[in-house]
């Protein structure tokens, strides 16, 4: 049983028959005294990557999967002689490394994901930096179209963060290089190689087929049967299949030790040979498990990193094997408070882009795009108004992290967002917080719900000297001077403000970002096991039910949707619209953080386009931050990252970078936020050139495409663009961040010339939207497509003053509002100041008019004409179902 995660009753659990940590260490022990004298003077923690494989794993050698589970004589046979063949092969690769980067095929239009990670010539932190083509950086996975944008793919963070060749710090963009960055790093890496092994990997098959999931009848969400495998993908390959699981059990426990190290947990002592007693280990097992619970009470514990429900845990690990074996996206979302934002310091050091800094390497390694979003705002409005539009703004989610760090939501708000997280979408989430609200009840104890531990103190301790348990510690930087030509607008502030100490130090966050990353790490090794499990019992390749998540997503939504009870969510929207919390909403806004900025805005489902009522914020650039060289990490002290980067795979000479990737001469424009044009693109016939129907073996597959939008709403088909006699002149786009917001890691948002810290990153600004600049307003038309509950509703402001903030409250009284449905002019509903008032709800501390529509209005797609007068006013939200 793994120490690591323990389920609260006695029951007997599917990973009895693995080994302990403390057995594995024994294993460990034994083979470093065996093969000491070869390297005497090598720490005895020395290859510690094989001391994490455990009994349930599966090993590298011919046998595949039916040598599994030797005795430990065996056991140690085998390493020895992978020790052997690694130096062999790490000989092979440094005399040969023109035929290993043939072998590798390194093109990932063609070749299966787990080669190595990041090393493909694409790092923009060079000035020299030249982008390939467009198609070869395209994805054998599917994407959400919604959810993934151009600027996702594109990854320009990710390569400049994880290359295991290039120092952060190297990068000839500084204005002042520095030039020991790079040989510090070799350094180090070299040491992490020596001392915990790093990931060597490499598929002996050229031009290995990849399957394309969205064509082989399984759906949207590629619950292909495994029946339709070709033979030669490695979904099928058992050595292959073998092979990897041994990697990546690996690449997970190095990456665990690293987190324990970096907290004073090492599996050493500080003599670094000899090993901590097993009272020791099991007690460092207890402060970093996952604690597991039968009847889904799953408020913090007073130990552990988290608590699970079994049902939760379960559906994590389908989550990832799914993940893993279709090669797809997973999506961790955060939404929270200010605190959660990151304000006080740099985005990019808020929890879930540290998690997202950590962990991205490990899941490419393993095939899957991570992609995590910071979506917390500092408007406690923001996370009503984003619920109300379901998973148009938020996107598709994996992981729901509702992180709000005083109690203030009422219970109707996260009623109401976890149930939209369920119903929205493709995906049903994993949802940790505190408060489950009554969401276990509403689905029939179904959904899948957690928490992180929030005790700061757990893992620090009271007197902890480490610098990692600083928590007040604030090292923020608003700009670092370039050598490309970019420099900012106006001075540079010192540092982020924080008024009164308002916001917690980056410390605090790392630690959110540590404790949720070995929720991830538990997950990935037990769902690894259970991989290795199935097929001992059943044969090989794993059984669909042990992966296919169709059925289990179909069964909680549902028990969602058809919920009788009276809830939190039917209170807070009252009885006339309790319905709503039963249904998939959708919602549009200028507002950030989005997803996919440039197609989920107001302005995106109008019959025509409109002008800026003033210049449109711009960004000076849109490429990487450099990385704060106060950042690196101290000597002496643990590097998980590093340790996830770790690799033995050779890094491709300049030649070869420029004959994998047939780079164009033309230099490359970096105004790449047109996601308009990459989807126009994904979706042409002549983009596409995949695996057919009939799963046949080509390898010129590099794209599949799927779409969030749901066959009931925001799906408009139409190409009718009259508008007869109306007028949208007098309405315009008003105070529109600049930039690509969605919450990324990958976010340029608000680099404006008038921006005084420039790399503070954060994305979240509740303002703009489209706003009548006249006292009477036009017409304007919204394109809603197809609708089925026949409801609308809208958020407005005023302001006759055009102030940068409009208000709710500051409605004239003159003022008069009018709408139609479709192009039904002669029946205009026109709405005075009282009645405008009279009609609208109130939800929570928002107001929104309903509109609601006739059976016969929403037959077919819907539009929706408004117009203002006798005052100004503007349209932040729009909703619909």
């Known amino acids: 049983m793994d120490n690591n995660i323990n389920h609260s009753n006695d029951k007997k659990n599917t990973f009895s028959s693995i080994m302990s940590p403390l057995e594995i260490e024994d294993e460990q022990l034994s083979l470093v005294e065996e093969t000491s004298d070869r390297a005497p003077n090598l720490r005895k923690r020395n290859n510690v990557a094989f001391s994490h494989t455990q009994q349930g794993e599966v090993s590298g050698n011919v046998t595949g999967f039916r040598g599994l589970l030797r005795s430990k004589t065996a056991y ?54 030249k982008l390939p083509d467009w198609k070869t950086l395209e994805d054998n996975v599917g994407q959400e179209v919604i959810s993934v944008s151009k600027v996702n793919t594109l990854n320009f963070a990710g390569r400049y963060w994880h290359d295991p060749y290039t120092s952060m710090y190297a990068s000839d963009i500084y204005e002042e290089p520095i030039l020991e960055a790079q040989a510090e790093f070799e350094t180090r890496f070299n040491d992490t190689l ?96 996952v604690l597991i619970v039968p009847d889904g009470t799953t408020k913090a514990s007073s130990t552990g990193v988290a608590i699970l429900s079994e049902v939760a845990w379960n559906g994590l690990i389908r989550k990832l094997l799914h993940s893993i074996i279709t090669g797809d996206y997973f999506f961790v979302t955060v939404i929270g408070d200010d605190i959660a934002a990151g304000h006080g310091n740099n985005f990019v050091q808020s929890a879930i882009m540290q998690f997202q800094f950590l962990m991205e390497p490990v899941f490419d390694l393993l095939g899957v ?10 408007d406690p409005s923001s996370r009503l108004l984003g619920a109300l539009a379901g998973g148009d703004l938020y996107g598709e989610m994996d992981i729901l992290w509702y992180d709000v760090e005083d109690e203030v939501e009422s219970q109707g708000v996260k009623d109401l967002l976890f149930k939209q997280s369920i119903l929205s979408g493709d995906r049903v989430p994993l949802i940790l917080a505190e408060d489950p609200v009554e969401i276990l009840r509403d689905s029939n104890e179904t959904a899948w719900m957690g928490s992180l531990n929030t005790d700061e103190q757990l893992i620090c301790g009271k007197n902890n000297k480490l610098q990692v348990c600083k928590f007040h510690d604030y090292n923020t930087v608003c700009w670092i001077p370039r050598n490309d030509g970019i420099s900012p607008g106006v001075d540079q502030d010192d540092h982020i403000k924080n008024p009164g100490g308002k916001y917690p130090g980056r410390y605090v ?44 997503y179909t069964n909680i939504r549902e028990s969602v949707r058809q919920n009788p009870h009276s809830s939190a969510c039917g209170t807070l929207m009252g009885p006339d619209f309790e319905a709503l919390c039963h249904v998939e909403l959708h919602g549009r806004t200028e507002w950030t953080p989005r997803i ?12 025509e386009p409109l002008p800026s009522a003033k210049e449109q914020e711009n960004n000076i650039y849109d490429m990487i931050d450099l990385w704060p060289s106060q950042w690196k990490i101290p000597e002496g002290q643990a590097d998980p990252h ?54 046949d073996n080509t390898t010129d597959g590099f794209l599949r495409k799927r779409t969030l939008i749901n066959d009931t709403a925001g799906a408009f088909d139409s190409d009718e663009n009259d508008i007869g006699d109306f007028n949208s002149n007098h309405w315009s786009l008003y105070n529109i961040v600049g930039g690509f917001c969605d919450g990324s890691s990958q976010s340029t948002c608000h680099r404006s010339p008038d921006n005084t810290c420039l790399m503070a990153g954060h994305v979240d600004f509740p303002r703009g939207g489209i706003i009548s600049n006249s006292s009477d307003s036009g017409w304007l038309k919204f394109l809603l497509g197809k609708m089925s509950e026949k409801i609308v509703l809208l958020r407005l402001e005023w302001d006759n003053d055009l102030r940068r903030t409009l208000k709710q409250e500051a409605m004239p009284e003159g003022f008069w509002f009018e709408y139609f449905i479709n192009n039904n002019e002669e029946n205009i509903i026109t709405l005075d100041h009282h009645q405008f008032v009279s009609h609208s709800i109130k939800v929570d501390q928002v107001t929104l008019l309903p509109i609601l529509l006739l059976s016969s209005e929403v037959e077919n797609e819907v539009t929706l004409s408004l117009r203002v007068r006798g005052g100004s006013a503007a349209l932040t939200h729009l909703y619909f179902a």
């Not at 990935?524 to 259970?530: F, I, Q, R, S, T």
């Not at 047939?662 to 002549?686: C, H, K, P, Q, R």
């Open 194 to 289: 020596e001392q915990y092994g790093g990931w060597n990997f490499i598929d002996s098959v050229d031009n290995r087929p990849v399957i394309d999931f969205s064509r082989c009848g399984g759906g949207d969400l590629y619950d292909c049967p495994s029946e339709k495998f070709p033979d030669n993908t490695w979904q099928m390959d058992e050595q292959y299949v073998g092979d990897f699981i041994s990697q990546s059990k690996q690449l997970i426990s190095r990456v665990k030790e690293g987190i324990y190290e970096e907290y004073g947990h090492s599996s050493f002592n500080d003599d670094g040979v000899t090993r901590k007693s097993e009272k020791e280990l099991e007690e460092r097992s207890t402060l970093f498990q």
């Open 509 to 552: 966050h790392q630690l959110k970002a540590r404790k949720l990353s070995m929720l991830l790490l538990h997950a990935l090794d037990a769902a690894l096991d259970v991989w290795v499990d199935g097929i001992q019992e059943n044969g090989f390749p794993l059984q669909d039910n042990y992966w296919h998540v169709g059925d289990v």
């Open 369 to 378: 795009h991570l992609l995590s979003r910071n979506m917390a705002s500092s």
């Open 76 to 129: 140690v046979v085998r390493n020895i002689t992978l020790l052997g063949i690694l130096a062999w092969m790490a000989y092979i690769m440094m005399t040969s490394m023109e035929n290993v980067i043939d072998e590798l095929d390194m093109d990932d239009r063609f070749s299966p994901p787990h080669q190595s990670s990041f090393v493909h010539g694409i790092n923009p932190g060079s000035l020299n930096f």
């Open 642 to 695: 590093l340790m996830a980067i770790a690799s033995y795979i050779p890094k491709p000479t300049l030649e070869d970078y420029y004959d994998m990737w047939e780079f164009d001469d033309d230099e490359y424009d970096w105004g790449i936020t047109d996601d308009d044009a990459v989807l126009e693109m994904i979706n042409s016939d002549s983009s596409q050139n995949v695996i057919n129907t009939t799963m």
């Open 596 to 607: 996919t900025p440039s197609l989920t805005g107001l302005h995106n489902i109008l019959s």
